[in-house]
């Protein structure tokens, strides 16, 4: 069974402390993703990847960074979080042969306080 | 610029009736288009997908949608809904014809399914 995993389902962090979050994808999936989804604005992509320490900005990167390392796994980081990057953040991954269909973690909520 | 509309936030419907959730899409090059389905607390899961080839795709638990060129629109149906329809569903649509599996989604309809 495909999996992507996200390292925790809820996070609270306080205001201008660095946050890690954290995906892995178990398919050999070239293709990884970061998403946030937020209320009535849907699924709105921050970051990609196509391959190992390759990285391209989605449509609202400001304020985050990613890292790709292993291809296996792919972090977003917050490099200062603001109370107005709480949202839900969703990882996807596809591979490079059926680049259209993307398989997705669950998801983890975090509250910057 | 391609984007893509679903013109319903929300859906109430009564469990056995038929539902349409819609979608229309702008694009200039071809598209690839996607609806994924979202239970509670969960991520996105496939629901079905339009690639090329026949216009009417089916996908799982009994959703299919119909691709309409002329109209722009790709939209969601079920003959019959059931308790457990209950999710959010996004209609998405291939960045740049979805040669790089790059993806672009609505804001998304709940759809509310009463017993």
């Known amino acids: ?113 | 610029a391609q984007s893509v509309t679903q013109l319903d936030s929300q859906v109430p419907v009564f469990e056995e009736a038929p539902v349409e959730l819609r979608c229309n899409y702008s694009s200039s090059v071809s598209v690839y288009l996607f609806w994924y389905v979202q239970y509670p607390n969960q991520g996105l899961q496939l629901l079905l997908k339009y690639l090329s080839g026949s216009t009417l795709v089916k996908g799982i638990n009994g959703f299919e949608a119909e691709f309409n060129k002329s109209q722009t629109s790709f939209h969601l149906r079920k003959p019959s809904v059931h308790i457990s329809d209950t999710a959010e569903y996004f209609c998405a649509v291939g960045r740049y014809g979805g040669s790089q599996g790059n993806l672009i989604f609505g804001k998304g309809t709940k759809l509310s399914v009463k017993p």
């Open chain 1, 1 to 113: 069974d495909v999996k992507v995993t996200q390292s925790s389902r809820y996070l609270v962090k306080r205001t201008g402390e660095k946050v890690f979050l954290e995906c892995v994808q178990d398919m050999d999936h070239e293709n990884m993703f970061w998403y946030r989804q937020d209320p009535g604005l849907g699924l709105r992509l921050i970051y990609f990847s196509y391959d190992v320490k390759m990285k391209e900005k989605g449509d609202i990167p400001e304020g985050y960074s990613v890292s790709r390392e292993k291809k296996e796994r792919f972090s977003l980081i917050l490099e200062s979080a603001s109370t107005n990057q709480t949202s839900m953040y969703l990882c996807a991954s596809s591979s490079l042969i059926a680049r259209d269909e993307q398989f997705f973690g669950p998801g983890t909520r975090l509250t910057v306080l």
